[in-house]
């Protein structure tokens, strides 16, 4: 069974710069999409970031774009979220999503699609 596990949550001042790390114990991230979700209390589930690791096509919320950066190591074992420009909105819980034999297109951003989820990390941004 997989399981990914996320790290890498914190505290960190506006402006800052964080990085989420997404593996799954015994797992390689072969032919998958892998996305990363946020989620404050009271709202839904919001789509950040998603990379497929078969084709490496990635995808972004605007709400992000040229802020936040995902990628995936060689071995395609973790992929990680560079969150730098940090502003208090960002604040959430996050979330890596994983959805096997998936290319991520088009429909990357919709939570229903995704099988496998974390637990989350918390990564609050204050002033």
């Keep these: 069974e997989v399981q990914p596990v996320e790290s890498g949550g914190g ?14 114990s015994g797992y390689t991230f072969t032919r998958d999409c892998v996305a990363w979700f946020r989620q404050v209390p009271g709202k839904e589930r919001e ?7 078969g084709g490496r096509s990635i995808h972004y919320a605007d ?6 950066t995902i990628s995936q190591d060689n071995a ?41 989820w974390g637990q989350g990390t918390q990564v609050t941004v204050s002033s």
């Design 11 to 24: 505290s960190v001042q506006v402006g800052g710069s964080v990085r989420l790390s997404c593996a799954a």
């Design 47 to 53: 789509a950040v970031a998603a990379i497929s690791t």
């Design 63 to 68: 709400s992000v774009k040229g802020r936040f």
């Design 76 to 116: 395609k074992t973790t992929v990680y979220l560079q969150m730098s420009t940090l502003k208090p909105e960002d604040t959430a819980m996050y979330y890596c999503a994983v959805e096997k034999l998936f290319s991520c297109s088009p429909n990357w951003f919709l939570a229903a699609l995704y099988n496998i």
